[in-house]
């Protein structure tokens, strides 16, 4: 994802799976607290009014758009946690485990007493 967007910028816009079929709107985004960069974005998928976390690296913002490269039956499955609070390190951890994303060795590991996944704007 182009680190030079403004968070705050993509709430509001459609986002789609990678076959281009349409998810929904981009509900709030994710910071991680240690970097300040976006790092999830949670999307109301109109299912139930629920709302899905997904990565916003390798997602990329294609003319005002959010084009998630995942499919929508994985997207949909995602776990649920509710929006409007930081994401636990352990949250966080099984939505990298859920889209199959790798912590890199060189990663520190989350510590159990730091806040992950603060919310744009706030």
Known sequence: MQTDID???LIGRKAFDRNG???GTVDEVYLDDAT???EWAAIRTGLFSRDAFVPLEPSELVEGTLHVPYERSLIKDAPDFGVGRHLSPEQELQLYHHYGI???DDAPPPAEDRDFGQI???
Do not use: D, F, I, N
Request: charged share 20%.
């Open 120 to 122: 744009a704007g706030e």
């Open 102 to 104: 790798s912590l890199t």
């Open 36 to 38: 300040g960069v976006p």
């Open 21 to 23: 079929a349409r998810l």
């Open 7 to 9: 968070p705050r910028s």
